[in-house]
């Protein structure tokens, strides 16, 4: 078993410092070690975390408009011209001096070394509200990108429980994922079709939606056989506060998600555990499924070019269908994005978990061949018993 790393990030400031508490424990435990710490200030972060976002948004948009097949999911946004590489190395070279920063801070850095073994899995969990914050480069890290490779960096806010509802006691035999294919203006999401109609091979039982109405995506989500994955392509963008997130289910209609809460809660309660949304800057979307205690979202922090979407999701599926732990799955898909940072620099850092902590991540097997489980544990009491009766 491996490691769950959380670090809550209390209310604080870039020009004052952040309050921290950093607890490890064996993965799907309690904690085994808590301690307090302090991250110092750095005031010069929050604007080179800004000046490389606009230098990608201005570097996704220019390679849009030059090539129609490399759309981006997100509307145009204005950015200055500044270099985006010079930018992701400025950011990434400020984030990690902060993060490699003395006094307070060292006794977490030093805690982190001395629980954490290299070889093994390791969750990491970032908790906080603060938008900057959760827009840092965290895979960045170089702590856990350098030292410790088989980890992988999620998302959550400080406040979380447990879903309601049972998921254990579901009976379907197949992986149900409900995918909505909105607003494909300008991108190619046909891909994303044949991405999720190959894991029928795995297993799947998938319903597309393709630029549904509002009433169609609602009662689909109200379906009471339930679903294990809600997936979305299409155009999305989110508040520059990262408290709400829209995404186009068709060219006429967008969705928050607060306007689908009943039902979401509902797919929630009937055993939806994982939601994927392949389109961009994201982090608002996220924000909202984190308070219906969603199990765990991916979502894409910026505006992402529709080819890397495309060759992140069929990354991801493929290693997460085949069984592939889901952290382990994401950080696979995530780093082969790396051919791609010569042409988007800090591209990789876009897939992003958002991770509910009072829920520990199941597999792809774990969610199929249910009934076989059933049948199983069944005849295995009933041969307990015939031995009993028997003797």
């Not at 009943?262 to 309660?269: P, Q």
């Not at 269908?321 to 990789?348: D, H, I, M, T």
């Not at 199941?362 to 295995?380: E, I, L, M």
Request: proline share 5%; charged share 25%; net charge neutral.
């Amino acid at each position: 078993m491996g490691k769950l790393v959380v670090l809550n990030l209390l209310d604080g400031s870039f020009e004052q410092g952040f309050p921290v508490i950093l607890e490890i424990g064996e993965d799907g435990t309690n904690s085994k070690t808590r301690i307090l710490g302090n991250l110092p200030a750095a005031p010069h972060l929050p604007e080179s975390l800004h000046q490389w976002q606009q230098a990608f948004h201005e570097k996704v948009n220019a390679a849009s408009s030059r090539q129609s097949q490399n759309q981006s999911r997100i509307k145009s946004r204005k950015a200055i011209n500044f270099s985006c590489y010079d930018s992701s190395k400025e950011l990434t070279a400020q984030f990690n001096n902060w993060l490699n920063s003395g006094g307070e801070w060292q006794k977490i850095r030093d805690k982190l070394q001395q629980y954490l073994h290299k070889d093994e899995e390791i969750r990491v969990i970032i908790q906080t509200e603060d938008i900057r914050l959760r827009q840092l480069p965290w895979q960045a890290w170089d702590l856990f990108a350098e030292s410790y490779k088989k980890s992988e960096i999620a998302l959550s806010g400080p406040e979380y429980e447990s879903p309601d509802g049972q998921p254990h006691n579901r009976k379907r035999s197949k992986v149900r994922i409900l995918a909505v294919l909105g607003n494909s203006d300008n991108i190619n999401i046909d891909f994303d079709r044949q991405v999720l109609q190959s894991l029928r091979k795995r297993g799947a039982n998938i319903k597309f939606l393709q630029q549904p109405t509002r009433k169609q995506l609602f009662e689909q989500l109200w379906d009471e056989q339930g679903w294990d994955i809600f997936f979305f392509a299409g155009h999305s963008f989110s508040q520059p506060d990262g408290q709400t997130g829209w995404f186009e289910i068709n060219q006429e209609e967008n969705l928050a998600i607060n306007e689908l809460k009943n039902a979401l809660e509902t797919a929630i309660k009937r055993g939806l555990q994982l939601a994927i949304f392949n389109s961009c800057d994201g982090l608002g979307l996220a924000n909202q499924l984190a308070k219906l205690h969603l199990p765990q979202c991916i979502v894409m922090r910026e505006p992402v070019p529709d080819k890397v979407a495309q060759e992140f999701l069929q990354d991801f599926l493929s290693a997460f269908a085949n069984n592939k732990p889901f952290y382990a799955a994401v950080r696979q898909a995530r780093c082969k994005l790396e051919s791609w940072e010569k042409q988007y620099p800090g591209v990789s850092w876009l897939p992003i978990i958002c991770q509910n902590p009072a829920v520990v991540p199941t597999a792809w097997q774990d969610w199929g061949n249910r009934p076989f489980h059933y049948f199983y544990k069944a005849c295995s009491l009933l041969l307990i018993a015939s031995i009993f009766f028997w003797e």
